[in-house]
Each structure stands twice: as C-alpha cells, then as structure tokens.
C-alpha cells in the first residue's frame, strides 16, 4: 500500500509570510498532483508534475518534484489570507488511481 | 469553463436502503472516477472507468458498488444496500487522459448521510 505523508498537517502564519509544505512516499511517483479544497467542496487541481527534479510556479506558487520522484514540496511566497484552505498532494504510482496525502491545513491571519 | 457536476448534493437514506449517485462528467473526458470523503479523513479511490468497463477498484468497492455509464453522457454509482459506515462525501471525477499523466477534474461532491 503506498502512502502519501504530508506535513505540517496544521500551519498557521501571518500574512506576508512565506512557507512550504511537504509531501514524501517512500514509493516512487509516476506523477503527482497538488489540490486545494475548501470545506463541502472537491478537490480542485493546481498543477501535476511528472519529471524529477520539475518545477513549476503558479503566481505566488511554486511546485517542485523531487529527483527521485518520492518527494514534492510546495512553497507560497506572500502568504494572503485567499490562500487559507486545505492543500492535498496525491500521486500515482503507475496505475489508474490517485492516492491523496491528509493534507495541510493553511490558516493565513491577516 | 466545463466543469464536472453531481447530484444530489445531500441524500440521507436509512440503512439497507439502495442509492444512486449521478455524475455528468466533462464532456471529452474519457476517464471516470469515484472517490470518497469521510468526515475528516482522505481523500479515497474507489473505481476508475474507461471505454465502459471498470479499469480498476479498491478494496472499498465491494459487491455492494457498481458503476454504470447508461447514456454517454452520466456516470453513476449505485450502492445496493447502505450500511452506516457509507456515510461519506463521493467525489465524481473525470480527465481526459489516464490518471498517471492526465488532470482530474471533481465535481462538488455528494453528501451521503445513513441513518
């Protein structure tokens, strides 16, 4: 069974601040995608990675694929209050489904 | 912008109580899904859905799930007899490539509450 941990699974920062969240498997990912979801709602995708070592920015954004394709991070530079949600990492390891990490929850007090 | 859309939004059922869940997914995508929520736990797989047959299943969807895509454009899920631990948000979701390489698109959810 492959397993997604991320962390931290709580933060709360000041707006303006900067952070990163984690996302890490000990299986390697055939790709691997970030979500944001707010209470009552679906998962809404922000951006798929699919090559080692890929980074990608969304705006304030930034997305980066581990080497190894085990690992993602997600780093928000800026922090608004907008950006408060519960952010989901999931990957695929080759096959049809995707297996969600638990999430961050993001508070940004303004 | 297209957009993955289910209903109900909430149906509340008594247990031993059959239920269909209805998806319309975007109307390209050729990849469906269910996944489901419940209350404060993760996001879970449970059945993907191409070229109408089932392409893979979890554990969670047992004998009591299907899937049927009756029409070309609806996708459902059908649970035959609910028990209490199905009370959950189902996520219907869709893309247009397999899962490894395409984006899945949700739709809301729906709520499902056993009583």
């Known amino acids: 069974t492959q397993l997604l941990e991320q962390s931290p699974q709580f933060l709360s920062i000041q707006e303006g601040e900067n952070l990163t969240v984690y996302c890490n498997s000990s299986?390697?990912?055939?790709?691997l995608q970030w979500y944001r979801q707010e209470p009552g709602e679906g998962p809404v995708l922000l951006v798929t990675?699919?090559?080692?070592?890929e980074v990608k920015k969304l705006k304030r954004l930034t997305f980066q694929f581990g080497d190894a394709r085990k690992d993602s991070s997600l780093h928000i530079t800026a922090a608004q209050p907008g950006d408060t949600g519960l952010y989901l990492c999931a990957g695929c390891f080759g096959n049809e489904k995707l297996t969600f990490g638990t999430g961050t929850r993001l508070t940004i007090i303004p | 912008e297209p957009e993955v859309t289910q209903t109900p939004s909430h149906q509340v059922t008594q247990m031993g109580q059959e239920v269909i869940l209805r998806c319309v997914p975007i109307s390209n995508h050729l990849y469906f899904y269910w996944y489901r929520q419940i209350l404060g736990q993760k996001v879970e797989f449970l059945v993907s859905f191409y070229n109408n047959e089932i392409s893979e299943k979890s554990e969670i969807f047992d004998d009591q799930f299907s899937v049927e895509r009756p029409d070309g454009s609806n996708f459902t899920l059908k649970i035959r007899s609910t028990k209490l631990e199905d009370s959950a948000m189902y996520f219907c979701a869709s893309s247009a490539a397999r899962a490894n390489t395409g984006e899945l698109f949700f739709g809301e959810g729906s709520r499902l509450t056993v009583l």
């Open positions: 990675v699919v090559t080692g070592g």
């Open positions: 299986s390697v990912f055939s790709s």
